[in-house]
């Protein structure tokens, strides 16, 4: 039985050819994705801008019917609510984003809650309200805070990983494609103004370990091709590496996008944003992989000598010791 292979083994594309306008292109969406973000703004969930926690239990369910509640809570016109499973299987937690008046008027914000309430103990004759706050601004500060700083720590032990692993340049190109990937998911979500709440956090994680995974082959490759033919140029190693990695990279986002693309058309509204974020991730990672990361070798002056031991003067005078005593026999 002959095997598929999506990518024939003797594939060879000049991903290199185009790097300039390639690298024109994406430095241009990263700046239009981070203007985005700063003039539209992205529009922050309960997490991050705050909002009112329902907590209840369904005391003559074994499980919660969280579809039904969802639809019912979004039905009142405060958006779509995270509800999620507190403790046991009949235990939720249900949060909605206040509106903007009611932000900080306590009053208002209580008379949502009520309203939430009677709409849920009118449709379930076993809700039982076990909790009712508020979720501060103050609070969804110190969220949208570690949220950043979770992302720029992974990003920067990422770097010094690959600056370790392989050479101060590799490390500087991982971390950009990297940039770059972020940039663009933020500004996705700028645009079409998506919730962005702290499972988008997650997906963006998520998004940076298959870019890294990508890159690493890539980098792994280019490596190995850089000890054995020494005298190639740069662009043409580079692209010889790519293609031999080609297959693994279509392989690998192919099986992920055979499992995300039926979730992100038939899975639930609430796992939208975290599944359109992992699935523009695995674009653009392989994308950046190959156009982002690769070609920013050549402008850093990655060379065939990089991993190649540099030889002492002791060394070199007992190489041209035996020369001339070879020569002389």
């Known amino acids: 039985m002959k095997l598929l292979k999506l990518v024939p083994e003797d594939t060879n594309i000049a991903f290199l050819k185009w790097r300039v306008p390639f690298y024109v292109i994406s430095l241009l969406l990263i700046a239009g994705s981070w203007a985005l973000v700063m003039t539209k703004g992205l529009n922050y969930g309960v997490d991050f801008a705050g909002g009112q926690e329902i907590r209840a239990t369904f005391t003559q369910s074994e499980e919660a019917p969280i579809a039904e509640l969802r639809e019912q809570v979004g039905s009142l016109g405060y958006g779509e609510p995270v509800i999620q499973r507190f403790g046991a299987p009949n235990e939720v937690s249900i949060r909605v984003r206040l509106p903007d008046d009611a932000a900080g008027d306590k009053g208002a914000a ?10 849920l103990q009118a449709s379930h004759s ?57 940039s663009l998911t933020l500004g996705m979500f700028a645009l079409f103004q998506l919730e962005f709440s702290l499972q988008i956090i997650a997906a963006i994680l998520a998004i940076i370990g298959y870019s890294l995974n990508d890159t690493i082959v890539v980098y792994d490759r280019i490596r190995e091709n850089l000890k054995k033919f020494r005298r190639m140029q740069l662009p043409e190693l580079l692209d010889l590496s790519v293609n031999e990695t080609l297959a693994r990279t279509v392989m690998t986002s192919l099986t992920l996008l055979v499992a995300l693309i039926p979730l992100l058309i038939f899975g639930p509204a609430s796992l939208f944003g975290l599944t359109i974020a992992i699935v523009l991730g695995i674009f653009v990672g392989t994308y950046s992989s190959i156009y982002m990361a690769a070609p920013i070798l050549i402008w850093l002056g990655v060379t065939s000598d990089s991993f190649v031991a540099a030889e002492s003067e002791m060394d070199r005078q007992e190489r041209l010791a035996r020369e001339r005593s070879q020569e002389r026999t």
Not at 111 to 118: C, D, F, H, L, S
Not at 156 to 179: H, K
């Open 110 to 119: 209580q008379r949502i809650a009520n309203e939430i309430v009677g709409k």
């Open 126 to 182: 076993d809700f039982r309200l076990d909790g009712n706050d508020n979720v501060s601004g103050k609070v969804s500060g110190e969220f949208r805070e570690k949220a950043v700083y979770a992302l720029l720590a992974a990003m920067l032990a990422i770097a010094i990983y690959i600056w370790v692993r392989f050479e101060w340049q590799f490390g500087v190109g991982a971390l950009f494609a990297l940039f770059h990937d972020v």
